[in-house]
């Protein structure tokens, strides 16, 4: 009897009453589902990451070989490279003084 109470207390659908179900939806973007560790395979289904075949490499197409840079000539550029920002850091710092002598003139006249 006191289970009876307990669920009408709590709108339980008895045999007596029709059980109407409750669908709800929701939309989960693939971000999400990706960001916990699945992916989509070939046949668009999502499995685990870690579940995943290796990646099937085709053998008719090469990957290139590495290319060899010069050291000397990586070298030359860096130096150039780092002579043009020199260059522009001190023009910029130039201009800076200039501004700063004539807001200082500016203030030494205020005084008087």
């Known amino acids: 009897m006191s289970t009876f109470f307990f669920l009408r207390h709590f709108q339980i659908p008895l045999d007596d009453k029709p059980f109407v179900q409750v669908k709800r939806s929701f939309s989960i973007g693939v971000d999400v589902v990706t960001s916990f560790g699945y992916r989509k395979d070939v046949d668009s289904q999502w ?28 070298l030359t550029e860096v130096l ?18 200039t501004r700063l002598d004539a807001m200082d003139a500016r203030f030494d006249g205020m005084d008087t």
């Open 80 to 97: 150039t490279k780092l002579r043009g920002l020199r260059a522009f850091v001190g023009e910029r710092f130039d201009v800076m003084d």
């Open 47 to 74: 499995i685990c990451k870690q579940d995943l075949p290796p990646p099937i490499l085709d053998e008719r197409t090469p990957s290139p070989p590495p290319q060899r840079v010069d050291s000397s000539s990586l």
